[in-house]
Structure formats: structure tokens, C-alpha cells
């Protein structure tokens, strides 16, 4: 059962909410897909280390470093290294459970992988080339990753910055149409080699330029894919892959911040019941941001001026040295407070927003190892101010690399998830817009007249909350009346806690769940 607030406006300062209740059975498939991921940019940073992570620990790689033995992991990933709150149990204690043993989920270790780089050097040469990983772990992942070579993949150089020529040695040719049926082969060549039942592409690429929208160009899908069978000059390749997975029954989440999502591809994916997901993954400076706006806001403070200022040496950060490319990223990490200033009508006007700037400078010294210094003024009470200045180091493709496994084990659970009513028949899907995946990206891609939510509590709350209530279990509230109140309130006298010796009894929000 869910329960929503219907709220009436009858004047500007008087609202009546109204409780409204609508009834949901949800059914999840138990049995995991086997999945195949192909990624675009797979000889990138983010590519390769991700890659290299799965191997390693597929394979237990241990090795030395100048801290001692070092061991695989999946830190940084909210499926494999976070817990969820079940339940209290009969004493009184909360009970806590591994993510990924709410619902059955895609193991990293059985991930297959694929996938197109501009450049043509194999897995383990990018790997050295990024200077990410560990030497020592390099070392014992070569063997397993010389053989892995990109496929060739789109590359139109008025999209990315001018100095990604020197890397673009392997390369699709032929017109936009052309290329748009090769990914497709591939795909297909890629799922019926390795007996996948499901394949999900993503981009992990350069960040492209913005591009236009224009009425008959992409603006439905039709004209999109009329607009690449002429061979449009403003199509992108990003584009074209989403449309080519699409086309080939596969989800599609764009790791960056281009718009590769032009109204003609969002409008493609309803029409083909196809999963989409982005933009851009949030692993650093803009998480942090989600989160202590959202602080700041809430506590009835207000933020008046934001500056974030970046530094890195990879080559994200050489593309994104082009006035273009970091143009689309500074629409990305900009727009991160909007639904937070939004929500406080005392502190904002409406249309009034913080003064915001991002700032991304490239310097080749520093590498993968990102510098992002942050400043946060704020008015507070009777006209005085505060600051808060922020400095985090963060090596970008280690944060990522987490956030593209929970993308793709995430999206592989929502296929398995459907929905009906008593007044519907038969069940339905998630909408094949999947905001669900909002916690890991900076500019969340919602169905069309949706809200988007930046907030990370609320981003992280929808995931844990769906996944309760796929175990028919109520959404976390955090009220614990059970603690502020006396016991004999909720005690059932209908029931006994020795009565089910098979299991331990817990509560979760005053409902019994048996161990």
C-alpha cells in the first residue's frame, strides 16, 4: 500500500491535505539475467578500471603496497558495501542487511564484458595508460586483460575537443546510418557469442558538446531516425548508440553530461518499452554538494553563493579543457541545488537562486587524482553569515567505477520488477525513463512532467524504499515512536514472540517480519 498526500491549494497561505491511499502488488522475477555490459570508452580511464576491478576481484587478486597486502573490494559501491536497515528485532536493536541480499541481483563476478574506443590499445595497455590502479595489481591483471581490445567506435571531431585526434586510431567509417547499423551488429554479435539473456550499454566516453535541439531534426522519434538516415550533421555519437540500443531491446545509461537524450531518443525508448538512464555519474564534489545544500536548506539556512573550483590531469580533464565540453559539464554539475532551493519558499523568492560558478581547470601533474575546493557562503540569523570551505581530493575512476557496477546491477533488478492495481490488469514496468537510478547521477534523467530530485538522502531513500516494498515491506520513516513511546503501545497480545521458534521475530515500522 502506498500512501501519498493530495494536497488542494485554495488560497496562496492555506493548503488542506488530504491522506489518499492507492494499493500496488509488485511481483520480482527471482532469477538474475545473465548480463553483458558493453561500454563506450572502454579503453578509458573509467573503462579500464572498472574492468580491472571485476577481475580482480573475480579472480581474488591480492597484492603488496607501500601500506601492506592489500585485498579486492567493492568500496564505494551501495549494492556491495552498504547495508539497509530491516528491522528491529525483539530486543529492541535495529537489524541491518547487505543491499543485495534484500533481492536477488547480478553478481560483479559473472558480469561479461565488452565494448568501442576511439583509441585501438588493448585493456591491459589502457589500464597502464591511465595510471589508476596499483603497479603490483597491474601486474596480475595484464594476463587477463591484454587479450580484451576495444571494437571500433563512432568518432565525429566536431562533438569532443580537437585534441582526441592523436587517440583516434580505430574508427567506424561510413555515414551516420552506416554506423548506427554496426553498433547494432555488434550488439547483437556480442549477446548471441556469449549467450547473454540481457545486454546494457553505457557510455563512460568524452563528454560531447551540447546539441541542439531543433523541431524535425530530434525533436520525435521519427525525425531522429530519419534525421541520422540523412546523415544530419547535428546527431551525435553518443546519440546514435543510444538509439542503436534502443533499437536492439538494450538499456542505455549515458555516464556523462551531454545531452545525448534529445527529446527524438527519449520518445524512441517509451515507444520501445526500452530502459534509458543518466546523465553523468555522481561519485565526488557533486555528491558532497547534494548533500550539504540539502543541509543547509533544511536546517533554514541560506546558501547565497556556491563556488566550486576543480583541478585534475586525466583525460576527462584534457577534454574537458575545451570551452564546449566543459560547457556541458558545467550545466551538469550547476544544476544540482535547483530542486533544493526550490523546495524553501521563506529563505527564496520565487526565481531567486544562490550565485553558482564550477570552475574546471586541467593540470596533467595530478592525473586520475582530482582536486575540487569548495566555498559556501550563507545569510543566517539577523544578517550574519557563514562559510564553509571544503577541499576533497578524489581519485576520480576509483569513485566511479562502484557507480557504474550499482548502474547496471540496478537497471538488470528493474527489468525484473512489475507493477498492477486492482483496476489494472495486466502488470507494468518502471517507466523506461529510470529515475530510480537518480542517487548515481549528477543531472537525473526523470520521465517527461516529472519532478527531479538532487537531494542524495531522498535519491537514496527511493531505492531502499522500492526494494522494501518489493519484500511487501513498509518504507523507512525514521519516526522510531517505538523508542519515544511506552512499549505497551505496541505490544500485540495476539501474538507471541516464542511463537515462531523457526526464525528470530523484528519490527519494521510496528510491522512483525519473522527471520
Not at 103 to 118: C, E, S, T
Not at 318 to 338: G, T
Not at 444 to 452: D, E, F, I
Request: proline share 5%.
Amino acid at each position: 500500500v502506498g500512501i501519498f498526500n493530495s494536497i488542494q491549494s485554495y488560497l496562496s497561505s492555506f493548503f488542506q491535505c488530504k491522506p489518499t491511499s492507492s494499493v500496488l502488488n509488485i511481483r520480482t522475477q527471482r532469477k538474475v539475467s545473465k548480463v553483458g555490459v558493453m561500454l563506450i570508452g572502454w579503453g578509458g580511464n573509467n573503462g579500464s578500471t572498472v574492468t580491472g576491478a571485476i577481475l580482480a576481484n573475480k579472480h581474488n587478486l591480492c597484492w603488496q603496497s607501500k601500506d601492506g597486502l592489500k585485498k579486492p573490494n567493492w568500496y564505494g559501491s551501495i549494492t556491495q558495501s552498504s547495508t539497509v536497515r530491516l528491522g528491529m528485532d525483539s530486543s529492541g536493536k535495529d537489524v541491518y542487511v547487505p543491499m543485495n541480499s534484500l533481492l536477488p541481483m547480478v553478481d560483479p563476478d559473472d558480469i561479461v564484458l565488452d565494448g568501442w574506443d576511439i583509441s585501438s590499445v588493448n585493456l591491459a595497455d589502457a589500464m597502464e595508460r591511465s595510471k589508476v590502479l596499483d603497479f603490483n595489481l597491474q601486474i596480475q591483471l595484464r594476463p587477463y586483460m591484454e587479450h580484451m581490445k576495444p571494437r571500433p567506435s563512432i568518432y565525429f571531431p566536431e562533438f569532443i575537443a580537437a585534441n582526441q585526434a592523436g587517440r583516434a586510431d580505430n574508427v567506424l567509417s561510413g555515414t551516420k546510418q552506416e554506423v548506427l547499423d554496426q553498433v547494432r551488429r555488434d550488439i547483437r554479435d556480442f549477446k548471441q557469442k556469449n549467450s547473454l539473456d540481457q545486454v546494457i550499454v553505457l557510455w563512460t566516453a568524452n563528454t560531447e558538446r551540447f546539441s541542439d535541439i531543433v523541431q524535425g531534426l530530434n525533436d520525435t522519434a521519427e525525425n531522429l531516425l530519419e534525421s541520422i538516415q540523412k546523415n544530419a550533421a547535428e546527431v551525435s555519437p553518443s546519440t546514435i548508440f543510444a538509439v542503436a540500443s534502443i533499437l536492439e531491446g538494450c538499456t542505455y545509461i549515458n555516464g556523462a553530461p551531454q545531452n545525448t537524450f534529445v527529446p527524438g531518443a527519449i520518445d524512441l525508448a517509451e515507444k520501445k518499452k526500452v530502459f534509458i538512464a543518466g546523465d553523468d555519474f555522481k561519485s565526488g564534489q557533486t555528491k558532497v554538494k547534494s548533500v550539504l545544500v540539502d543541509f543547509l536548506v533544511t536546517a533554514g539556512i541560506k546558501p547565497v553563493s556556491i563556488v566550486s573550483y576543480n583541478h585534475l590531469g586525466n583525460n576527462d580533464g584534457y577534454n574537458l579543457s575545451a570551452p564546449q565540453q566543459f560547457r556541458s559539464k558545467e550545466i551538469s554539475k550547476s544544476n544540482v541545488v535547483d530542486d533544493m532551493v526550490a523546495s524553501n519558499s521563506i529563505l527564496y523568492r520565487p526565481g531567486e537562486k544562490p550565485d553558482h560558478t564550477v570552475v574546471i581547470k586541467y593540470v596533467p601533474y595530478v592525473g586520475d587524482s582530482k582536486r575540487a575546493l569548495d566555498e559556501y557562503t550563507s545569510e543566517i540569523l539577523l544578517g550574519g553569515h557563514n562559510t564553509i570551505s571544503m577541499h576533497n581530493t578524489c581519485e576520480d575512476s576509483l569513485l566511479a567505477s562502484p557507480l557504474i557496477l550499482d548502474l547496471i546491477i540496478l537497471a538488470e533488478l528493474s527489468s525484473r520488477i512489475q507493477f498492477t492495481s486492482p483496476t489494472v490488469a495486466e502488470y507494468t514496468y518502471f517507466h523506461p525513463v529510470l529515475s530510480i537510478l537518480s542517487y548515481l547521477c549528477k543531472a537525473p534523467l526523470v520521465p517527461p512532467g516529472t519532478p527531479v530530485v538532487n537531494a542524495l538522502a531522498q535519491q537514496r531513500s527511493c531505492i531502499e524504499n522500492i526494494l522494501r516494498a518489493c519484500l511487501s515491506l513498509p518504507p523507512e520513516n525514521s519516526m522510531t515512536l517505538e523508542h519515544k513511546l511506552p512499549r505497551r503501545l505496541f505490544q500485540d497480545k495476539s501474538k507471541s514472540i516464542d511463537s515462531h521458534p523457526q526464525g528470530d521475530k523484528m519490527v519494521s515500522n510496528n510491522h512483525d517480519i519473522i527471520g
